[in-house]
């Protein structure tokens, strides 16, 4: 329940012009399909107490393993920079005088004072965070909605249409997929008795919800940027500040202050996003070689922030380019 899938959701027409229905039905058939490895994976967690990489060797052997740890490391500090400019957007669209470097370095601290302290302040953290986020995706609904501005875009139709599906499709599954490299991480201290079946669903369930109300929330809100042929305050947002602008745009008009005040907190719920990657970026490099594993988990922790932020600044003014092209990578 976080803001980095509302803007997946902006995507299907700020990159692909799908309608809203063609958008809809893509958001909802790439995720029931992009999850099920997710909640397969978690299943392992219990039953054999190990996380996933050390998991994966029984597929691709001692050495093979290492090759996927590297992709895994590569993922977790892609995805933390990605979400960290959608965080960063918010920040600069409640205070303009906020670059974007200086908001992707607040997310990553916060970030970092999370993961330092292992798996039980995680999990903590994890168990509530969402509960702010969700009521302030509420309010955007209700105020949303109050305002008018939704527009039914037709879909399209022909060869165009279908790449542009698929593409969308692609950039869907990614990013319903990406926790499959870590998937047992969080299933390990379940009870080795506990059923397959519940840990599956319960995954399942718990990442279905959130993907589909999130991204099609953001697929309802792009559909406004049509609005007198695109000059609207929607599009001048997005145009703008990305993610942050056109929630500026719902909010700010309606909400003043308070709508501020939102956009604040869903940019803090990046946090909650990039906790999982940052804790599962140090256990993966464990599995490189003996000498990984004599580092504390923190240094790698410490280091993978460094480089995320130094990858997600310079990303930071062309984000629609950078998360397109990570999506379709991780796809």
Excluded at 16 to 45: E, K, M, Q, R, Y
Excluded at 95 to 105: C, E, F, K, L, Q
Excluded at 127 to 137: D, G
Aim: with cysteine.
């Amino acid at each position: 329940m976080v803001v980095s899938s509302f803007a997946i959701g902006l995507l299907g027409k700020g990159i692909f012009f799908l309608g809203f229905a063609d958008a809809i039905l893509v958001v909802l058939f790439f995720n029931l399909i992009g999850i099920l490895p997710v909640a397969f994976f978690s299943t392992f967690g219990p039953r054999f107490g190990l996380r996933q990489m050390v998991l994966s060797r029984f597929w691709f052997g001692w050495w093979g393993v290492k090759l996927i740890a590297v992709f895994n490391v590569l993922a977790c500090v892609g995805w933390s920079s990605v979400n960290s400019i959608v965080g960063a957007q918010l920040i600069h669209a409640v205070n303009p005088n906020v670059s974007g470097a200086v908001g992707i370095v607040i997310i990553a601290i916060g970030t970092l004072l999370v993961t330092i302290f292992g798996y039980k302040v995680v999990h903590s953290y994890e168990a509530v965070s969402w509960i702010p986020t969700f009521i302030i995706f509420l309010i955007v609904i209700g105020t949303f909605a109050h305002t008018g501005d939704f527009q039914n875009i037709p879909m399209g139709v022909g060869k165009s249409e279908l790449g542009s599906v698929l593409s969308f499709g692609s950039v869907i599954f990614g990013y319903a997929t990406g926790w499959t490299s870590y998937a047992a991480d969080y299933t390990v201290y379940q009870p080795s008795t506990k059923s397959r079946t519940k840990v599956f669903w319960a995954t399942w369930l718990g990442l279905i919800f959130p993907l589909l109300f999130t991204e099609m929330l953001g697929v309802a809100v792009m559909t406004a940027t049509d609005i007198n042929g695109g000059d609207n305050i929607y599009t001048d947002g997005f145009n703008s500040a990305g993610t942050g602008g056109i929630l500026g745009a719902v909010l700010f008009p309606h909400l003043g202050g308070f709508g501020k005040f939102c956009l604040i907190i869903l940019a803090l719920s990046i946090v909650a996003n990039n906790v999982p990657n940052l804790y599962s970026v140090a256990l993966t490099m464990q599995v490189l070689g003996r000498w990984t594993q004599r580092v504390p988990r923190f240094v790698w922790t410490f280091i993978a922030t460094c480089v995320y932020i130094a990858i997600a600044i310079p990303g930071y003014s062309n984000f629609v380019t950078v998360l397109d092209n990570f999506m379709n990578f991780i796809g």
